[in-house]
């Protein structure tokens, strides 16, 4: 069993408000990043919410996805990275891997989720490659959540996939390389 935990917790602070609501194409990033999980073939689906978690939790209250309040969300990604699998994995005990996927990442579409839960391997990672690297979206096989589980302070999953080069199965993302973490990002992203 697959489920994808969509990180959605910070705070944005470098765009100044929560990225998580601004619209594309009709819908918030948040909206488009649930909607491309519950499209794809992961079985379970869940987002990770802290700051403003009362205002985006609305956005998607009729979503059939589980939702989580990351109440160290402060910390970095790395909480909400725990909470999501330990969550998770409480919600569904069979859950086999988990994908991470960012809501900042507007062109990562049901496609590309659906290429990595297809490249799945037991004791392998299936990752995005855009700009010469790996990173999200990317599916974990459960032999990985111990690491998962033990990240710390604003680090993500990146060091997981640099410290296991041979078991990576990289899907070209080239995409992957547009997130929206300032307003000028926003911008050339709605021109």
């Not at 490659?129 to 690491?147: C, R, W």
Request: net charge negative; with cysteine; proline share 6%.
């Amino acid at each position: 069993m697959t489920g994808i935990i969509i990180l959605a917790a910070g705070s944005s602070s470098r765009l100044g408000s929560p990225k998580q609501s601004l619209n594309y194409q009709g819908q918030t990033l948040l909206q488009r990043a649930v909607q491309t999980a519950l499209d794809s073939d992961a079985e379970i689906v869940a987002v990770i919410l802290g700051a403003n978690a009362e205002i985006l939790q609305n956005t998607i209250i009729d979503q059939p996805v589980y939702v989580f309040l990351n109440p160290d969300w402060g910390e970095g990604m790395a909480s909400s990275i725990r909470c999501g699998i330990s969550e998770l994995q409480r919600a569904a005990p069979h859950l086999t891997s988990a994908i991470l996927m960012l809501c900042d990442q507007p062109y990562a579409d049901t496609s590309l989720i659906n290429q990595l839960i297809q490249n799945a391997s037991p004791n392998k990672i299936v990752a995005s490659a855009y700009n010469g690297t790996v990173g999200a979206p990317a599916l974990f096989d459960s032999s990985f959540f111990p690491q998962l589980l033990s990240l710390t302070g604003h680090e993500g999953a990146k060091r997981i996939l640099l410290d296991h080069p041979d078991d990576v199965i990289s899907i070209p993302f080239p995409l992957g390389a547009i997130d929206i973490d300032t307003i000028d990002d926003y911008d050339r992203l709605n021109n």
